[in-house]
């Protein structure tokens, strides 16, 4: 049986797990190493450590509104979420955070310093590390871009009841308790 267009786009995608070295091309083999079972090589002692991958994003207010973007792409298509997206190899957590901003929303940011940093275990894909910053647009055309299919600004005490992400609801949470305390979010919680 087929599956309807609404399956396919949410359809998850799994982590991605190693078989072969990426050194030598022998299979990888689990081991005790550091007191957890790893991949590694019996040929060449390659370690396989499957890391967070980092992530960097923006938290936008306009008008006691903040901005979110709908998601183009699996995983969680329609659903919302902050301007952000995973860093590149050569590129620092700010740079990546104008990037993907610029990128998914058409705007240029001048930051004015880090919320907070969260760690997302729901993406399918891999486990991530989302550092989010907040800034001040500075010049663009708001647009949706990239992985983006729309942009919209939300109250700061009203979130969207389809937020793609865990750690992007804590973040529209601390970020509504923070604009009414003053005070940001406890990084130990």
Request: glycine share 6%; proline share 7%.
């Amino acid at each position: 049986m087929a599956e309807d267009s609404f399956e396919k786009e949410h359809k998850l995608v799994v982590g991605r797990v190693s078989t072969y070295c990426p050194w030598c091309s022998a299979r990888l083999v689990d081991g005790k190493i550091d007191g957890k079972t790893r991949q590694r090589c019996p040929e060449c002692d390659f370690i396989y450590y499957r890391n967070p991958i980092p992530a960097a994003g923006a938290i936008l207010e306009n008008d006691g509104k903040i901005l979110m973007v709908r998601r183009k792409y699996p995983p969680y298509v329609g659903d919302w979420c902050f301007p952000a997206g995973f860093m590149e190899y050569d590129e620092s957590p700010s740079r990546c955070c104008l990037r993907e901003v610029a990128e998914e929303t058409g705007l240029n940011l001048r930051l004015t310093g880090l919320f907070k940093i969260y760690s997302g275990n729901d993406d399918p894909r891999n486990k991530a590390v989302l550092i989010l910053y907040l800034a001040d647009i500075i010049d663009g055309k708001l647009m949706p871009g990239d992985d983006a299919s729309e942009i919209k600004f939300f109250d700061i005490d009203k979130s969207p009841d389809n937020i793609a992400f865990e750690s992007h609801k804590r973040a529209f949470q601390d970020y509504s308790k923070y604009k009414k305390t003053g005070r940001l979010p406890d990084p130990n919680e």
